[in-house]
């Protein structure tokens, strides 16, 4: 089993969010946000704060890669410019990312490999 089957199966995971509920039970249950019991709610202002929290890791991550781009709606939006002209869209507040033409990922991953193949690593 992968390491999120192993947790939503002893409880420690909700079973439909994979997100964290606390110690394990020995039996699948779902979280509290997703109609379970567990946990306390998120606090208020969570999301704003969650948000705020990967934009900046966003910025950092773009300060690092040296590619043109193009801030828009106070940083909500951003526009990646390839060497090789392509575009990429990247909405950093929601972690997800999209090829212009391709499909929306939310792969960080991806898109970290797609920018080292066209630029190369740097440290």
Same mark, same amino acid.
């Given at each position: 089993?992968?390491?999120?089957?192993?947790?939503?199966?002893?409880?420690?995971?909700?079973?439909?969010?994979?997100?964290?509920?606390?110690?394990?039970? /020995?039996? &699948?249950?779902?979280?509290? +946000?997703? *109609?379970?019991?567990?946990?306390?709610?998120? $606090?208020? %202002?969570?999301?704003?704060?969650?948000?705020?929290?990967?934009?900046?890791?966003?910025?950092?991550?773009?300060?690092?890669? /040296?590619? &043109?781009?193009?801030?828009? +709606?106070? *940083?909500?939006?951003?526009?990646?410019?390839? $060497?090789? %002209?392509?575009?990429?869209?990247?909405?950093?507040?929601?972690?997800?990312?999209?090829?212009?033409?391709?499909?929306?990922?939310?792969?960080?991953?991806?898109?970290?490999?797609?920018?080292?193949?066209?630029?190369?690593?740097?440290?």
């Amino acid at each position: 089993m992968s390491f999120y089957e192993d947790n939503v199966a002893d409880g420690s995971h909700g079973m439909s969010c994979c997100g964290l509920i606390g110690v394990d039970v /020995g039996y &699948p249950r779902a979280c509290r +946000n997703c *109609g379970g019991e567990g946990t306390e709610p998120n $606090p208020e %202002g969570h999301t704003k704060r969650v948000k705020a929290e990967a934009m900046q890791r966003f910025d950092v991550w773009l300060s690092k890669t /040296g590619l &043109p781009h193009k801030k828009h +709606n106070n *940083g909500f939006h951003v526009v990646l410019t390839l $060497p090789d %002209g392509r575009f990429i869209d990247v909405w950093p507040s929601t972690k997800k990312w999209q090829l212009r033409g391709d499909h929306i990922s939310r792969n960080g991953k991806a898109l970290h490999g797609l920018v080292l193949q066209q630029l190369g690593p740097w440290s």
